[in-house]
């Protein structure tokens, strides 16, 4: 099976194939199902989804619009949290829900085996992860993860994790404005592990988009594509999943991989945060 350290750098993340709120069914189910054709078509290897994505939807979208799935597809979950009735986001935290999490994941998506697994950390979580790594563990062993990650992780649970089972990935909000985790992705790349930005367009300000224009109309691109092209050249262990409902803007996205920033592009650009 394909693993992540095998993937294309900007893959596709699944959550906005839902409806409002990351909840229910999107309002153009037929195009969502495109947009993950559409993404196979033009290449893309990786895909980031949850079963706590609608609660559901945008599993059974991948495997409506997709199964059986090309052999080098990469399909990436995520576990430890759930929905509520009223779109809340709630831990399930506990080695139990952890297990069943994976199986209900490798259910809904119709694999033997999942590309990898990322243990999501709710916000400001500073607890022992060991019991819920020890199953994602267990589990690999098992054959039915390929890598493991975590997501809203620091260093110090990254540290935690290796101790029992290799840490392939990090999933972290970060971004052009958003940069809290600088040294974690330098220090993640000196350990050969992955780093993938969730909101890798989110949180920018009137005058961090007028800079980005800038840079875009010098390059005959959108702000947005200057965003991931930065991502791409701030390290080469980031992997991008930037998510949409639209085929144009899957098509936007993709596009980005072929924009280069030059020296003063990135310098206008570092100064952004």
């Not at 596709?12 to 189910?29: Q, S, V, Y």
């Not at 430890?80 to 986001?89: I, K, L, M, N, S």
């Not at 209900?104 to 694999?111: A, M, S, T």
């Amino acid at each position: 099976m394909k693993r992540l350290s095998d993937v294309k750098r900007i893959g596709f993340g699944a959550m906005r194939l839902t409806g409002p709120g990351i909840m229910g069914p999107p309002a153009d189910p037929d195009e969502a199902r495109r947009v993950l054709q559409r993404a196979i078509e033009l290449g893309v290897d990786h895909i980031d989804t949850s079963d706590y994505y609608g609660p559901h939807v945008a599993n059974d979208l991948i495997r409506e619009a997709l199964h059986p799935y090309p052999p080098e597809l990469v399909l990436v979950t995520k576990v430890g949290a759930r929905r509520t009735p009223d779109g809340g986001w709630h831990s399930a935290f506990s080695p139990e829900e952890i297990r069943e999490a994976v199986h209900d994941n490798l259910g809904r998506l119709g694999v033997e085996r999942l590309g990898a697994v990322n243990l999501r950390l709710m916000d400001g979580y500073d607890g022992s992860i060991e019991e819920q790594w020890t199953v994602l563990a267990d589990l690999r062993s098992q054959r039915l993860i390929g890598d493991l990650g975590l997501s809203n992780a620091t260093a110090e649970h990254v540290a935690a994790a290796q101790r029992i089972a290799p840490v392939a990935c990090v999933q972290n909000a970060y971004n052009l404005v958003t940069r809290g985790d600088d040294e974690l992705i330098d220090a993640l790349n000196a350990q050969g592990i992955f780093y993938v930005p969730f909101f890798p367009l989110g949180g920018f300000h009137p005058l961090d988009l007028a800079a980005a224009d800038r840079v875009a109309e010098k390059h005959g691109a959108t702000s947005m594509q200057v965003a991931l092209a930065w991502l791409l050249q701030r390290s080469p262990n980031i992997l991008l999943i930037p998510g949409t409902s639209k085929v144009a803007h899957l098509e936007e996205n993709l596009a980005a991989a072929k924009l280069r920033l030059d020296e003063d592009d990135l310098d206008v650009l570092d100064k952004l945060h």
